[in-house]
């Protein structure tokens, strides 16, 4: 690759994984517009996220494979060119099903853009600069799923919900015309001997689906309580079993496990499911917060957001111009306890917050996430040999994505489930037998009296009706405590495995040339 064209390659592998990153998150917004126009229910209209999510843990841990098998450089095109016909299909869908179909390819080509855009950064720069690769890739990782709600929301309000589709016709190509001129296939790159493992094609698609779904619909039919759920609780289990065994056994595998060997690689990989549970956990959790008990607008709970995307693109690119001369450990420790801090603040918000400190408290979060991606990142891969590149990126991209599944699975039930368990624990103080309460009630009678001049029967039912309601928003706000609580807990979890990681990457540190 020339050198000259590194920054036109990294651009086009960087649109492929923003258009990606972005349609994870940019139908949310608008399923109730979607669900009007389809005349469908709220369980029908939220398979067009599913089947999307679906898709991407399927096809990503089988990219390599596939970009060996029919040349990457062709693989990236035609996913790009799927990518851009399917979202122009999810537009102009006629029906609800045929979106859902569409949502599939998209799905299944946007999901194996991204490890393919990794590959191709890390082997257009050079070993010394895979920090400057690593914090182009973050823009896109990090910020898509930041901008994809605002973004989502602001078209669906302005201009209609099929144009959050549409406008990625032109991005993709532009893509395509770059991907053309510059995207090479690296001279190593060999295509697989033997017979294709349908094998573990098939427990692949079998096991990450239905995992996919088990998450992604858990909440909605309360667990483990549904025959639904355990039915694709089961077939995960088995599917993820049946490959990893199929993976070790076969003699040509579809999926090479013997990278996970490599401890930076296992580390690091570990290190980004950890990752996506806090980024994706919290990504959820501020927005709800926001929205649901301090009354902001769609675009407030953006503007909560939006800084803390800005102080991640300031992080990575410090971080990764500092690669190879600050110990890994070092940068990837002080993101941690960032964003320990960062959940530490949020874990005393009340219905009396101000804006400015959750938007401060979220940039911190955003600047300590910067700095973890890129050197994890880094040290993921400073021993792997280039040509199972594909196969690790494919690896990686999967964990860091089922992370933040388990991470959103997780605190929409925590947040449901222990808003219940608070109710129950507050409802018990009112009762006629507590001052407190009865002294409450008659002053919210007196108020109601002053302003509307109410009966007193009126009053009494208006007074406890307003009281519960208080409950309530002070039952969900404990809940929120608790999932802050959840997501500092988890980021703690991964102070250990840093020591695990190598110190200088990059360069002659990284032992690689």
Not at 36 to 62: F, H, Q
Not at 387 to 409: H, P
Request: charged share 10%; proline share 4%; hydrophobic share 50%.
């Amino acid at each position: 690759m020339k050198t000259a064209n590194k920054y036109l390659i990294a651009v086009t592998a960087m649109l492929g994984t923003l258009m990606e990153v972005i349609d994870t998150s940019v139908a949310n917004v608008a399923l109730p517009h979607m669900a009007g126009t389809y005349s469908a229910g709220v369980d029908e209209v939220t398979w067009v996220i599913t089947s999307y999510l679906v898709a991407n843990a399927v096809v990503l841990p089988i990219t390599g494979f596939l970009g060996n098998y029919f040349g990457r450089k062709r693989f990236f095109l035609s996913c790009l060119v799927l990518f851009s016909i399917a979202s122009f299909g999810s537009g102009a869908a006629p029906t609800l099903w045929f979106l859902i179909v569409m949502r599939v390819i998209q799905g299944f080509a946007g999901g194996a853009m991204v490890p393919m855009s990794q590959a191709i950064l890390l082997e257009s720069f050079p070993k010394e600069e895979h920090g400057k690769a690593m914090a182009l890739f973050s823009v896109g990782v990090i910020f898509g799923p930041i901008i994809g709600p605002a973004l989502g929301g602001w078209i669906t309000d302005n201009w209609t919900w099929p144009w959050i589709f549409f406008i990625n016709i032109p991005l993709g190509l532009v893509a395509l015309v770059l991907g053309y001129f510059f995207i090479e296939d690296p001279s190593y790159m060999k295509r697989p001997e033997g017979r294709v493992d349908y094998w573990s094609f098939l427990f692949i698609a079998m096991g990450l689906g239905s995992l996919e779904v088990m998450l992604n619909r858990g909440d909605r039919y309360d667990w483990f309580h549904s025959n639904f759920i355990k039915t694709f609780a089961v077939l995960a289990a088995l599917g993820i079993a049946l490959f990893l065994w199929r993976s070790l056994t076969a003699e040509n595998p579809l999926v090479d496990l013997s990278i996970m060997k490599n401890r930076e690689y296992a580390t690091g990989t570990t290190l980004m499911f950890l990752l996506g549970f806090g980024l994706y956990g919290s990504f959820v959790a501020l927005p709800l917060f926001a929205q649901n008990l301090m009354g902001y607008t769609a675009t407030w709970a953006g503007l909560v957001l939006s800084p803390g995307g800005i102080a991640s693109l300031v992080a990575v690119f410090f971080v990764g111009n500092l690669m190879g001369k600050i110990d890994t450990r070092l940068m990837v420790t002080v993101g941690v306890v960032l964003n320990i801090v960062s959940m530490a603040l949020l874990v005393s918000v009340d219905l009396h917050v101000s804006f400015s400190y959750l938007m401060w408290t979220r940039c911190l979060q955003g600047f300590g996430m910067g700095c973890l991606f890129v050197p994890v990142a880094v040290s993921s891969y400073s021993r792997i040999p280039p040509e199972k590149i594909g196969q690790a990126t494919g690896l990686f991209n999967l964990l860091r994505n089922e992370g933040g599944s388990v991470g959103i699975a997780l605190t929409t039930t925590v947040l449901s489930h222990r808003s219940q368990f608070h109710q129950e624990r507050l409802v018990e103080h009112l009762t006629p037998f507590n001052p407190a309460y009865r002294e409450t009630l008659a002053q919210t009678a007196h108020g109601l009296f002053a302003t509307a001049g109410l009966d007193p029967s009126t009053m009494k039912q208006l007074s406890i009706g307003l009281l519960y309601g208080e409950v309530q928003r002070q039952a969900a706000v404990l809940a929120f405590v608790d999932v802050f609580w959840m997501l500092m807990l988890i980021f703690a979890a991964i102070l250990p495995l840093i020591l695990l990681l190598r110190g200088k990457t990059g360069g002659q540190a990284a032992g690689i040339h």
